[in-house]
């Protein structure tokens, strides 16, 4: 049971270059989330799916796009990267149901430096 | 708008001292969870406390729910140097395991 897993851990990009992010969780978990983490804020969400197919936006999530095509994957995609963009980005997954202890499982985070 | 305010933005102790962090809250929850974050990793769940509940315990962890304040506590007690860490509070608002909202968190130092 690998919990969350995303890659790569470091990454860094030149201003307008694109890439994906990947996740993948193995819990089963209908949630999944992208948030991004900057020096003295807390996670800010970015994107979020509430099961394959579905996908809406958080509170950040110009510049980013995202895709939930199983329940399992959860990329993220930087489609044209901006100094701005420089952060920590976080993927996260957990269950969603009422009366249910729905944790947050987290993957190590990836660092993303645009330049 | 962030949800959970963690405060004090950061704490230095002594090993063996007990380090209280607290946590605010805007709109109603469904349960508030605390999580720790070590230097250049991700996040892990500690404790999780539902809305009609006013304390919890796990550990030497104490974690307090006042909802009509809309605040939380996270006390650690005896602590250790491997307590060093951030410690973020989420909430859920009124959505079951979605949409949690961190605050900015508390960096706790634990002195040897």
């Known amino acids: 049971n690998a919990g969350v897993t995303q890659t790569p851990k470091f990454q860094v990009l030149k201003t307008g270059q694109s890439m994906t992010l990947q996740c993948a969780q193995d819990?089963?978990?209908?949630?999944m989330s992208w948030y991004r983490q900057d020096p003295g804020m807390g996670l800010r969400l970015i994107h979020y799916?509430?099961?394959?197919?579905?996908?809406d936006q958080g509170e950040v999530p110009n510049g980013y796009n995202v895709s939930r095509s199983t329940t399992e994957d959860f990329p993220l995609r930087l489609l044209s990267a901006a100094p701005s963009q420089t952060s920590v980005y976080f993927c996260?997954?957990?269950?969603?149901?009422?009366?249910?202890?729905?944790?947050?499982?987290f993957g190590e985070g990836s660092w993303l430096t645009v330049v | 708008s962030q949800q959970g305010e963690e405060d004090p933005q950061a704490l230095s102790i002594q090993e063996g001292e007990n380090a209280t962090m607290n946590c605010s809250y805007k709109?109603?929850?469904?349960?508030l969870q605390w999580y720790r974050q070590n230097s250049g990793r991700g996040l892990v769940h500690l404790i999780l406390?539902?809305?009609?509940?006013r304390e919890k315990h796990s550990g030497r962890l104490r974690v307090t729910l006042d909802t009509s304040k809309k605040s939380s506590s996270l006390l650690i007690t005896a602590s250790r140097a491997a307590d060093t860490a951030s410690y973020f509070c989420?909430?859920?608002?009124?959505?079951?395991?979605?949409?949690?909202?961190f605050g900015p968190g508390t960096r706790l130092s634990v002195l040897p």
């Open positions: 996260a997954s957990s269950y969603s149901r009422q009366g249910a202890v729905n944790t947050i499982y």
């Open positions: 819990m089963n978990h209908e949630y």
């Open positions: 799916s509430v099961g394959a197919g579905i996908t």
């Open positions: 709109t109603s929850i469904n349960n």
């Open positions: 406390i539902r809305s009609n509940e």
């Open positions: 989420a909430t859920d608002g009124d959505n079951y395991g979605q949409n949690f909202v």
